[in-house]
């Protein structure tokens, strides 16, 4: 049984300050050190690392190193992922697909179900579009925006293989059968790219249960900003791209504060260009220019992040203040229990799987 002892160990539910971990392909055994004793088989693993916490939970990010969930092969999806677990530290990962055809969607759905049979750090599928507000589509090609449209989200889900954990929609745009339906197959409904005010939203509130709100980047309005810091302060989660770019670090600071630390969920956002050189990228069909850390279209518009995980769990304890228990909390504990990830990651707990960084 593999064994690593003497550290400081952050389980995600709380502190061990001087604790040991024994496992093979789950956990077996995590208690401080003035309970350990010594068993023949243990293989002690020798880190130099003096803390231990969950590995990264990403629940929104589109690709990196040079590689897109829309348009790569379930071979690429995974050597993608391979590589984000590597260099950033995510041990678990939703991936997401955008506003393009129906048919370059399904394709997509199939690939990330074939890499998902390679790769076990890959959990679900985030769907950000087409169910969009044509007002704030961002980056997304506004041809291919469409009404929320529950009988095409069930098809795609089919051909994923039940793979679709929380989908980004426009509130506004959706009929009561479209959030009915994501909230009787265990998909979450995310508001974002979107031209509802908080009351639109809250209206619809009773039919989202386990609700996510973007708190991504811009003040699209004075108003719809205001809102949705506000929003955030409610009994939602709030996803936020911490690269002090799509939001300062006073508004992260700001969104911290208002909603909690129990209320925050950190994503990367991250598309092809993360980890590759600067200069001409793809999102969506769409050209992307990465310049000075910023990806964006010709047009200016931001067009997702080259931001990496682990920098992003850096970034949120230099903005806010926040301990490393708290930064936890919003790379992984949070996610871990709001998509049921627990017994797969995201808490470092007993029978819970392997997945940490040290």
């Not at 693993?45 to 040079?66: K, R």
């Not at 939203?201 to 708190?215: A, M, P």
């Not at 490393?324 to 998509?339: C, I, L, P, R, W």
Request: with cysteine; glycine share 10%.
């Amino acid at each position: 049984m593999k064994l690593i002892k003497e550290k400081k160990i952050y389980t995600g539910d709380g502190v061990i300050e001087n604790g040991y971990i024994r496992f093979d392909e789950k956990i077996e055994e995590v208690g401080d050190m003035t309970g350990f004793e010594p068993k023949e088989d243990d293989l002690e693993v020798n880190c130099a690392g003096t803390m231990v916490v969950p590995g990264f939970i990403d629940i929104h990010s589109h690709g990196g190193y040079g590689k897109d969930n829309m348009d790569a092969t379930p071979d690429e999806i995974d050597e993608m992922v391979k590589q984000m677990t590597k260099q950033e530290g995510i041990t678990t990962y939703f991936c997401t697909t955008m506003t393009q055809t129906y048919e370059n969607i399904e394709k997509a759905m199939q690939n990330i179900h074939d890499a998902a049979q390679k790769n076990p750090v890959i959990k679900g599928i985030h769907v950000e579009g087409p169910f969009i507000s044509t007002v704030f589509k961002g980056a997304q090609d506004p041809s291919y925006i469409k009404k929320p449209d529950e009988n095409t989200l069930e098809k795609w889900n089919e051909i994923s293989g039940g793979l679709i954990r929380i989908v980004t929609y426009a509130p506004e745009e959706a009929d009561p059968s479209f959030e009915t339906w994501c909230r009787e197959n265990g998909v979450v409904l995310s508001a974002g790219h979107s031209n509802a005010l908080y009351g639109g939203i809250e209206c619809k509130r009773s039919n989202t249960c386990d609700s996510s709100l973007q708190c991504t980047a811009r003040t699209e309005s004075q108003r719809a900003g205001g809102d949705r810091i506000w929003y955030a302060g409610r009994r939602v989660h709030a996803e936020l791209i911490c690269d002090g770019k799509h939001i300062v670090p006073d508004m992260v600071k700001l969104a911290c504060k208002v909603r909690g630390y129990d209320g925050i969920e950190l994503i990367t956002d991250s598309m092809r260009a993360k980890g590759m050189p600067e200069g001409k990228s793809e999102l969506g069909g769409q050209v992307v220019i990465v310049k000075d850390g910023m990806a964006k279209l010709e047009d200016g518009t931001i067009a997702g992040s080259i931001l990496t995980y682990i920098q992003a769990f850096k970034n949120v304890m230099e903005f806010t203040g926040a301990t490393v228990e708290d930064a936890v909390k919003m790379t992984s504990g949070n996610q871990a229990k709001e998509f049921g990830l627990d017994s797969k990651g995201g808490l470092l707990q007993q029978e819970k799987m392997q997945t940490w960084l040290y």
